[in-house]
């Protein structure tokens, strides 16, 4: 099956900085790559994400990028502010239509913005 | 409700017990789906309902464990004969159809576990 891989599991920045986040993923035929942000107590949030016909997307501070063919991709958060932190998850999806409905998600990586 | 509703938020129990965790979804969902998550950890998937049926219960641990969705709406996820290694968060989440890459799936806020 499926196997996401997340670094790091910590990451510490001073507010204002960028914090980057990496995933890789084993199985080629996933086609769906979102990112969660989760709050203490909370359930997951979808922040953004992409899929495998595209190899960037932006939404204000947030970008992801997707490399297929070395089967990773990344989250990018710039002028980072203390509401940020929280704990971020990749996850990747396998399948198209009916069938897309699983996703694999890697460990997590608790990001703290300093103010 | 305006999100996804589970009961109870927490819920402490001794080994060998029976539990029962509640999902309400978003109204007009049919897709269902039930997370696990431990400490540390990202959510692992449990269970896939389109409907009433259990589209996919590939998730599911063992046999102690067993969901259901009478309706097509509220779903019940039952743990018989807890055991300590049970303790997690249990994550429901619920899109409108079974298609997550709609960017339309949305989690509701777990139910902790704790088994002592």
């Known amino acids: 099956g499926e196997n996401v891989e997340q670094h790091p599991s910590t990451l510490s920045v001073q507010e204002g900085d960028s914090a980057v986040i990496k995933c890789t993923y084993s199985d080629s035929a996933s086609n769906y790559f979102p990112w969660y942000k989760q709050e203490l107590g909370k359930g997951p949030q979808l922040i953004i994400d992409?899929?495998?016909?595209?190899g960037e997307k932006k939404d204000q501070r947030i970008a992801v990028t997707l490399n297929k063919t070395a089967k990773h991709f990344s989250l990018h958060i710039t002028e980072t502010q203390p509401e940020d932190s929280a704990v971020y998850f990749c996850a990747a999806s396998i399948g198209s239509g009916g069938s897309n409905y699983k996703l694999t998600f890697g460990k997590g990586t608790l990001l703290t913005v300093n103010p | 409700g305006a999100g996804v509703s589970q009961t109870p938020s927490n819920k402490v129990t001794e080994k060998g017990k029976y539990v029962e965790l509640r999902c309400d979804p978003i109204s007009g969902h049919t897709a269902l789906y039930w997370y696990r998550q431990s400490l540390g950890q990202g959510p692992e998937f449990l269970i896939y309902f389109q409907g009433t049926g259990a589209a996919d219960d590939s998730g599911l641990p063992n046999d102690r464990f067993f969901a259901v969705r009478p309706e097509g709406s509220v779903s019940t996820l039952k743990i018989q004969r807890t055991e300590r290694g049970d303790s997690a968060v249990y994550l429901c989440?619920?899109?409108?159809?079974?298609?997550?890459?709609?960017?339309?799936?949305?989690f509701g806020e777990g139910s902790r576990l704790t088994v002592l």
């Open positions: 989440a619920s899109s409108l159809w079974g298609r997550i890459d709609t960017g339309e799936l949305f």
């Open positions: 992409i899929r495998s016909n595209v």
